[in-house]
Structures are given as structure tokens and as C-alpha cells.
């Protein structure tokens, strides 16, 4: 027997309440804490990170598995103490949101230094517009308006939206405030006006966003279903690509490193899969140096070739 059509509909809008409040408590609370000491959240984070690892089992073995697939030469205590490292990082990435949304600007300041903005400064000397390239490192959040900080050049950020509408709403109006401009990973025209235009767009495009418009990349030497978007772009629009890192140097103190590289020359050719076999490879590099610090709970080997299993057994699904 179902419910009321009228009952369900109280009960769907009630529902919305509650989860919205309940949105707005939880931000309020995330608002709060960009008031605490920096050096404190660098002790905090950890802690959070290490009780993330023992309460999300799947993405636990999410990592684990990815971990095992590119450190294979790890035994299986030094997998395991990169992977609760890789955890402690995960948690100070949520307090670095705060951060990112809500610290003073000059607290921001203080704790970043950053290298290589000649670079940014002869990409866009001509008037093209800039790809302003990074990779999914768990500094990803605030490197953001840190890099906005200290950019020549105004920053057009794109992001993926949050399921949530409240939290969406605020984390959109936040990264607008704090970095420039903000676009939907989906709103490919807008990304395409902005370099047109001349502005750096930032973004990164190393997960796997399913096999449509994929080529497969070596990643740590496995094929990965890789987004060719810096590519494209590029090729759409003109744009110069210049990537840059994002680092977090220690949590107490609480200090970060930014380090933009100089533009990619020849970039892009007609070969989308040689393309994106160097965006790859220069990803690889940098997490080789810091491998904690790259979002390893995500799945970036689901997608695989015709024929080749899974990594990932239903219950990452």
C-alpha cells in the first residue's frame, strides 16, 4: 500500500527543510572554524583524516586498490602507512575549504609561497588566453583563491557542482568572491568565451568522467580513461596550457607551496592521445613526489579497455 500522494508531498517538503537546515548548520559550523588559528587546523586535520579512514570503508578500499595498482613495489605495511597519510591529508582538506571560503585574505597570504608567475605572465602577454592546469590534489580547494592572490592575471575557476543545492549555492558564491569567476565543468561555451576572452581558466580534468569522449593514457603505467578537455580547449580557443602544482608543506605550521611551470610548447598537436600521454606523464611526476597528497579515493581506473576486468569489485560500485 502507498502513501498518500498529499502525505508524500508534505513528507518530500519537509524532507527539503530538514536537509536544508541541516546545509546551512554544517556550513555554518565549516564557517566557524576558519577562525581558529591555521597551525591548530594543521593538528586538527589529521585527527579528522585518520577517523575518515576507520568510517568510510569504500573509500578506503577505493584508495587501497589504487595504491596497490600504482605502488606496486610497496610492501604491505608501507602501502598501508601511505594510506593512512593519504587519509590525514584528506582531512585537512576539509578544513582547508574553510579556509579557502572564508579566512581573511591576509591569512591566506602568509601561508603560501608561490613560484613561477613569470610564467603565467608570458603565456598571456599576447592577449590569449591561459589553461591554467592542475590535477585533483587534496590542496585542490585551496589553492584556488591562494593562486588568485598572487595572479597577474584575473582567474576564471571551473568546478564540479555539489549535489546539494544550498551547499552549491555557497560554495559557488565563495569560489566567485574569492577567485573571480566560476563555471560548471559542463558549460564547455562559457570555459571557451572566457580563454577567447583572454582570461586564465583553472581547472583539472585528470578523473575518470566516464568513456564518452575518452582516450586511454598510461597512468603509473595503467591505461586510464582520460578526459582530453586541455586538448581541446587549447585547440578551440588558442589558449596557452601552463601547469602548476599545488603543495602542502607541512601541517604545523600550516604552510603550502604553489608552483607554476612554463607553458607547454607544441601544445596541442593533432594527436589527442599523444597529448594527453604528456598530461599524464607531468601528473605523474609531481605525485610521485608527493603521492599522499593526490585524491586516491576516487576511481580513476574504472572505465577500462574492451575486454580487461575491473579493478574495483561491486562494492566500489
Request: aromatic share 8%; glycine share 6%.
Amino acid at each position: 500500500m502507498t502513501d498518500h500522494p498529499v502525505k508524500s508531498v508534505r513528507y518530500q517538503r519537509s524532507y527539503s527543510r530538514l536537509s536544508a537546515w541541516a546545509a546551512h548548520l554544517g556550513l555554518a559550523l565549516h564557517r566557524a572554524l576558519a577562525s581558529l588559528p591555521p597551525d591548530f587546523l594543521g593538528k586538527l586535520g589529521p585527527l579528522l583524516g585518520r577517523m575518515f579512514k576507520h568510517i568510510a570503508p569504500r573509500r578506503r578500499r577505493i584508495a587501497d586498490i589504487n595504491l596497490k595498482i600504482c605502488f606496486p613495489a610497496l610492501s604491505p605495511a608501507e602501502r598501508e602507512a601511505l594510506l593512512t597519510r593519504h587519509f590525514e591529508s584528506l582531512g585537512m582538506s576539509f578544513l582547508e575549504a574553510s579556509l579557502a571560503w572564508w579566512a581573511p585574505r591576509d591569512k591566506l597570504r602568509v601561508l603560501v609561497d608561490v613560484h613561477g608567475t613569470e610564467h603565467l605572465e608570458a603565456a598571456a602577454r599576447d592577449g590569449s588566453g591561459v589553461i591554467l592546469l592542475g590535477a585533483h590534489y587534496t590542496t585542490l580547494e585551496i589553492s584556488g583563491p591562494m593562486m588568485a592572490l598572487f595572479s597577474p592575471i584575473p582567474i576564471t575557476a571551473v568546478y564540479r557542482p555539489h549535489e546539494h543545492p544550498v551547499i552549491d549555492g555557497i560554495a559557488t558564491e565563495q569560489r566567485r568572491s574569492r577567485i573571480g569567476a566560476a563555471i560548471p565543468r559542463d558549460d564547455i561555451k562559457a570555459t571557451v568565451r572566457a580563454l577567447q576572452d583572454g582570461r586564465t581558466v583553472w581547472f583539472a580534468s585528470d578523473q575518470n568522467f566516464g568513456l564518452r569522449h575518452s582516450v586511454f593514457s598510461p597512468f603509473f603505467g595503467v591505461l586510464a580513461a582520460t578526459n582530453p578537455a586541455p586538448a581541446r580547449l587549447a585547440k578551440l580557443s588558442g589558449a596557452r596550457v601552463v601547469p602548476f602544482v599545488s603543495e602542502r608543506l607541512s601541517y604545523h605550521p600550516l604552510r603550502y607551496r604553489l608552483t607554476i611551470l612554463p607553458a607547454l610548447e607544441d601544445f596541442p598537436t593533432n594527436d589527442p592521445q599523444q597529448d594527453m600521454d604528456r598530461i599524464n606523464m607531468l601528473i605523474e611526476e609531481q605525485v610521485r613526489r608527493m603521492p599522499e597528497q593526490y585524491l586516491w579515493i576516487h576511481r580513476r581506473f574504472k572505465d577500462r579497455p574492451p575486454g580487461e576486468p575491473s579493478f574495483y569489485d561491486g562494492s566500489e560500485r
